[in-house]
């Protein structure tokens, strides 16, 4: 009698699992190749083979050319984003005595070493800007930076000046942004 429970529930247990397969089966819905496309999720902005924006930097002043100063002049140079792609990007954010602050400049003296930032007496002061900014395609934006009140350009001599910027549409191997960087310019403090 007992062989017979088990068999028997051995039976009705095997008869559950094979429903429950076959309902599964009949309830999954049969996809096409094209009907499974339809669920990937679609990339709006595809990666770039290539940065999508160049920097240029120069010594100059509402396009004046400027490369000497004396000590305790305006030091003016001139930042100039160019959009090389095919579509518009986006150059938002926030503006302060650097200009855009996604700009990181890189400023040494003639030995190599990296300048000191000015530290403001009243930092709170120099509030940053928020500006949304687009650059459509083959178009530039162009950003003027007051360079002493950013960086202690208060002794005579050359310095090198160089601009960079992580680029939001392309991306390295390892998924960073990838760093743009300007071309280096010199400029002379005079005393």
């Known amino acids: 009698m007992k062989i017979s429970i088990i068999r028997a529930l051995f039976f009705v247990g095997a008869l559950t699992f094979a429903a429950c397969i076959s309902q ?96 403001h007496q009243h930092p709170e002061m120099d509030t940053p800007s928020h500006y949304s900014r687009g650059i459509p395609s083959g178009e530039s934006d162009i950003d003027e930076v007051q360079m002493e009140r950013v960086y202690k350009l208060d002794r005579p001599g050359k310095y090198v000046i160089q601009v960079s910027r992580p680029d939001i549409d392309f991306k390295d191997d390892k998924g960073n942004f990838v760093i743009v960087k300007s071309n280096s310019i010199t400029i002379t403090i005079t005393g």
């Open 24 to 119: 599964g089966q009949d309830m999954a819905p049969s996809t096409t190749p094209a009907q499974h496309d339809m669920h990937v999720r679609t990339i709006k902005n595809p990666p770039q083979t290539a940065p999508s924006l160049t920097l240029t930097l120069s010594a100059e002043l509402r396009n004046k050319s400027i490369s000497e100063f004396r000590v305790g002049s305006k030091v003016w140079i001139t930042v100039k984003m160019t959009n090389i792609t095919d579509h518009t990007i986006d150059c938002s954010g926030w503006y302060g005595d650097a200009g855009n602050m996604s700009n990181s400049f890189d400023v040494r003296d003639e030995d190599g070493k990296p300048v000191d930032k000015v530290v």
